[in-house]
């Protein structure tokens, strides 16, 4: 995942957080379809249905990827005259932009990172944090998932600046 800040004022804040699901997609696709060419052009006789098996065992976990998985998402804090909102859109390679969620930035009370250590194979740990935002009328909802402790710590520090919230870190 690659995570940046798009835009940075005093009163709005955009950030993004890409996947790589496109690569993975295609790299999927492309595998399964030389596969496929290569049984074609091989001198057995179940070729077709051993290309058939590939192209479907393939296609499947291309399918299931691509309505599962988020290609982007973006979030974006904007401080107006008459009070403001805060956003978080998920953006799919089929369906286009859907909201997560959104929230007046009148009910934001300020923005909490939330940091844990997972555990690789091998006893090797790594930390990552996820940013929280808590309203005064609801409970608490995840601004990021998983990443970087000092994107998160940077990415709530500027939320916290723009909208006039409190920022908590950990």
């Known amino acids: 995942m690659k995570a940046t800040?798009?835009?940075?004022?005093?009163?709005?804040?955009?950030?993004e957080i890409r996947t790589s699901i496109l690569w993975i997609?295609?790299?999927?696709?492309?595998?399964g379809l030389f596969?496929?060419?290569?049984?074609?052009?091989?001198?057995?006789?179940?070729?077709?249905?051993?290309?058939?098996?590939?192209?479907v065992l393939t296609l499947?976990?291309?399918?299931?990827?691509?309505?599962?998985t988020p290609f982007a998402e973006r979030g974006e804090l904007e401080r107006t005259l008459d009070g403001g909102r805060l956003v978080r859109v998920r953006?799919?390679?089929?369906?286009?932009?859907?909201?997560?969620?959104?929230?007046?930035?009148?009910?934001?009370?300020?923005?909490?990172?939330?940091?844990c250590v997972f555990e690789d194979t091998g006893d090797q740990t790594y930390t990552r944090s996820r940013l929280w935002v808590f309203l005064a009328d609801a409970d608490p909802l995840p601004i990021t998932d998983w990443l970087d402790v000092p994107?998160?710590?940077?990415?709530?520090?500027?939320?916290?600046?723009?909208?006039r919230c409190r920022f908590e870190p950990a």
């Open 5 to 15: 800040i798009v835009e940075e004022t005093h009163s709005r804040v955009v950030w």
């Open 25 to 31: 997609v295609l790299g999927l696709f492309l595998g």
């Open 35 to 55: 596969a496929a060419a290569f049984l074609i052009l091989a001198p057995l006789a179940p070729r077709w249905d051993l290309a058939g098996v590939i192209m």
């Open 60 to 68: 499947a976990p291309v399918i299931f990827l691509t309505l599962t």
């Open 91 to 115: 953006q799919r390679l089929l369906f286009g932009q859907r909201p997560v969620w959104q929230a007046e930035l009148v009910s934001v009370v300020g923005f909490r990172p939330e940091v």
């Open 151 to 163: 994107f998160v710590h940077a990415l709530g520090e500027s939320l916290a600046k723009a909208g």
